[in-house]
């Protein structure tokens, strides 16, 4: 089947930041890569040949750059053995038919998140109005439409293991979208979190060139339902992580992780939720 695309994966989005390009060993078998404005990650022991995992898919038009890291880190002619995906907004999907054209390989996601990649249903537009900075009121570019990658999607087990990663749980964690899903490692108490609470104010311009780091929730312009989006840090927050790696910002360790996530948990709603915006007022009304 010939898989079909969208303005999620071919409208080139003209946002960056310093770190854009560059690679973090998180630990020996997490490596976080930005790209742009966005991270995706990497599982797996690095090695030639070895086996791995990548999860998320960045922004349109950087496969290239993917492709490169990966096989820096495992290889040329190694595909990983699965995509999984944290959710299907536009940045954590745009290079995912570039990148399916080349490795041949399955993409899981919580089942309601599915019908976002086999071209069923569109996201909420973004929302231009939110209470927030210049990327906020420059979303209007940001593209809410779904891509078709047809029989290599597939549903998350319902038993939460994650297929290729053993010894990890995936968690839903909606509210930024409604099939968003984190993933938690007992062993060290490591998180991918995608972006259910980022670590750098994403609707600030200078903040996500710069990188800045402090501790949010979810990208005002993109987030539907608050509620349930607080009730996702609460769960995330009790699982005491020791590691988080975010879809945006650098990732977060040992004391000033524990200490942020309790500030956020604490003050959802003055730190994360807006004063106003079209989500905001539809929860009110």
Sequence with gaps: MEMERSASTERFQPLTSVGSGVGLEVTPDLYCYTVQIVNVVFYGLAGKGNDWVLIDAGMAKSASMIIEEAEKRFGKGNPP????????????????????????????????????????????????????????????????????????????????????MPDWKWIHTPGHSEGHISMFRNEDHAMIVGDAFVTVKQDELYKVFTQEMEINGPPRYFTPNWDTSERSVNILKALNPNIAITGHGVPAKGQWLSDNLEKLSAEFKSIAVPEYGKFVDDQLN
Excluded: C, R
């Design 81 to 164: 053995k699965a995509i999984i995906l944290t959710h299907a907004h536009f940045d954590h999907i745009g290079a995912l038919v570039d990148l399916l054209e080349v490795w041949d390989v399955p993409v899981y996601a919580h089942s309601l998140e599915l019908p976002y990649i086999t071209g069923q249903k569109n996201y909420p537009k973004p929302d231009t109005t939110v209470e927030g900075g210049m990327v906020a009121k420059m979303s209007f570019m940001f593209p809410n439409e779904s891509i078709d990658i047809g029989n290599k999607a597939y549903p998350l087990p319902d038993d939460h293991t994650i297929p290729f």
